[in-house]
């Protein structure tokens, strides 16, 4: 694929250079794909596809505006290129909406996942959780990559290349879409007792494989959904319309929220049953409301489409989608999904096979990954999504000195940024697993296991970002199958890893074990990105970078020692209830957010300044 950028709404008119506006920091919390899917709050280690890659086209696309030969192609085909000032309050406006709409559906997205941990505790939990991600990796497979990568882009170019504004091109690419999701989840869903029994421990608790089963009945048909769902979402991005893809998947959560409380009303929380209680009862309601939360978000997006004008009709015709220009760009995606999806399986096999119900297992491990999601997304792909414009443009033009700045800035600023918080992670992990998950049917003890894997989570957190800058400054290279290929050995040390854990740890220390190989594999993938990164661009500035994180180190380990002091004068000890665990958060987390800032302003980390003014700058508007 050669020629084309895939644009972010930050990026500046053709041939301009554009200043990274620093308050963009600070608006775009989470742009790695405006289109919803049913895995936003649900989540295991396959990194996430960036919406912004090439197209092929030559062309500059973006998730406002693409312009081509002076024309800006969102929600008109043919309009005009606005005036700088309304095209920065247009781009300023949809990223708030992109950002309110992300950070609203993290919040209640985390508040769903509390309740259901609450609700049906770990025995019940674990089974739940594995059958969830049944429809999120099929899904995956099917379409997850191939549109942000694939269909996005040529969406974008058929409505400014045809006539009719990509008009028939969509309604023939949704009615194929139909069918294929509709046969592919009927499929899978026949399949279910197959799927359930691989990602199934032999050791699992009696009943667990059984209610996998039966719940994977009712939520593998999330797939034909979430598939509809990404698919509208996308047409309405290219049209120009963001609000209601970021803010649908709400309605998804506010569904599960409901579920999860009239589970409650109906039969109590599942504290004490095992996986062979389960009625069929019980299973309807948690497992179709599931299901009814990702119609809801579907249906949502409905009247958003006519709002842009598109009308559905049917239209058969697979031929004239160029099915063979898709497989062959969908190619390496496939490589890349299909590699961190037996990653996935082999997770949720190993830990089916955890017992004792003071053992952080799938649950569990879920919960601390959305934790160490949360904090990437809040800020990583913030800088990411302000830095990935300027990349692409300079990528595009040959200016691959000015690539090295950027990525070199983005792991500065990334890692300045994200270290409070892996303090805080790791000081904290118990306190903050009992303020947000213990209660109901999960008791203080899985609550201290569930910390002590964050605790563990906390050396995920700074690999990740930079793995995923690297990825980025592939995309904007036009690397999607160097991406794919370095995924290859990072999965595979990742899977030795999970084999390493259930063979050689014990099972409390699993979740944490599996943690710990996610951390890892991050590693590995940011050094042999920077490695080849190198070969392709030249220098990457990493003398700086590295004084940098020396200094960023430094400014950290004095946070850690503060924040054990002032934990440890606390009550509640190393097992809090939940008021001591609350005190302990609000009092230890600020005091190492404040050590930490002071130490590195001592220690003259430059990028300190930077995030303390752009915060400055966000609470003075």
Request: proline fraction near 4%; charged fraction near 10%; aromatic fraction near 6%.
């Amino acid at each position: 694929m050669s020629g084309g950028i895939y644009r972010s709404a930050h990026a500046a008119p053709d041939g301009e250079p554009e200043e990274v506006d620093e308050a963009t920091f600070m608006v775009s919390v989470d742009n790695t794909g405006t289109f919803p899917t049913a895995a936003g709050d649900q989540a295991l280690p396959p990194e996430v596809i960036p919406a912004s890659v090439q197209d092929g086209g030559g062309t500059v696309y973006g998730s406002s505006t693409a312009s081509r030969g002076g024309a800006v192609y969102g929600a008109e085909p043919e309009a005009e290129v606005a005036a700088p000032a309304e095209s920065e309050r247009s781009t300023a406006g949809n990223s708030a909406v992109m950002a309110v709409g992300s950070l609203v559906s993290r919040i209640i997205g985390f508040v769903r996942n509390m309740l259901i941990g609450m609700t049906l505790g770990k025995a019940i939990g674990d089974p739940y959780t594995s059958a969830q991600f049944l429809p999120n990796q099929i899904y995956e497979l099917l379409l997850g990559g191939i549109l942000s990568s694939v269909l996005i882009p040529l969406l974008v170019r058929r409505r400014k290349a045809d006539p009719d504004g990509g008009q028939l091109f969509t309604q023939r690419l949704l009615t194929l879409a139909v069918v294929a999701l509709g046969i592919a989840t009927v499929l899978v869903t026949v399949a279910a007792p197959v799927i359930a029994t691989i990602q199934s421990s032999s050791g699992a608790a009696p009943g667990y494989q059984h209610l996998v089963t039966q719940l994977s009945y009712l939520i593998l048909p999330i797939i034909f959904f979430t598939g509809i769902s990404a698919l509208i979402g996308a047409v309405l991005n290219v049209r120009g319309h963001f609000a209601a893809p970021m803010w649908a998947p709400i309605l998804n959560n506010l569904v599960v929220i409901a579920t999860c409380g009239a589970f409650i009303l109906f039969f109590g929380t599942a504290r004490g049953l095992t996986a062979e209680d389960m009625t069929s009862g019980r299973i309807a309601v948690i497992g179709g409301g599931t299901l009814l939360g990702m119609v809801v978000q579907a249906i949502g997006l409905l009247p958003a489409l006519r709002k842009v004008g598109f009308s559905w009709s049917w239209q058969w015709n697979p031929r004239a989608l160029g099915l063979s220009e898709i497989g062959g760009l969908a190619g390496w995606m496939l490589v890349y999904v299909g590699a961190n999806q037996i990653a996935v399986f082999l997770v949720a096999r190993v830990l089916s096979g955890v017992s004792g119900d003071d053992n952080a297992s799938l649950l569990a491990f879920n919960n601390v990954f959305l934790l160490t999601m949360m904090a990437h997304g809040i800020i990583g792909v913030s800088v990411m999504t302000a830095l990935l414009p300027k990349m692409s443009a300079a990528a595009a033009e040959g200016r691959f000195s000015d690539v090295s700045d950027d990525l070199s800035r983005g792991i500065r600023l990334t890692t300045t940024a994200l270290a409070p918080i892996c303090v805080v992670y790791g000081v904290l992990g118990v306190p903050i697993s009992v303020t947000l998950f213990q209660g109901g049917a999960l008791t203080s003890a899985q609550a201290f296991a569930i910390g002590g894997v964050l605790v563990v989570a906390a050396f995920c957190v700074i690999p990740l970002s930079i793995s995923y800058l690297c990825t980025y400054a592939f995309y904007a290279l036009q690397g999607n199958r160097t991406v794919a290929l370095i995924n290859l050995p990072v999965v595979a040390l990742r899977i030795v890893g999970y084999f390493f854990v259930a063979q050689v740890l014990s099972e409390s220390l699993s979740a944490a074990g599996m943690t710990a190989a996610n951390a890892v594999s991050y590693l590995l993938s940011a050094v042999i990105s920077l490695a080849l990164l190198r070969r392709r661009i030249g220098r990457l500035n990493l003398g700086s970078v590295a004084r940098a994180l020396v200094k960023v180190v430094v400014a950290a380990a004095i946070a850690t020692v503060a924040g054990l002091l002032i934990v440890n004068l606390l009550p509640g000890g190393d097992t809090p209830g939940r008021g001591a665990a609350i005190l302990q958060v609000v009092i230890g987390g600020g005091a190492i957010m404040l050590v930490y800032l002071v130490a590195a302003t001592l220690l003259k980390v430059h990028e300190v300044s930077q995030v303390v003014g752009m915060v400055r700058r966000k609470i003075g508007r």
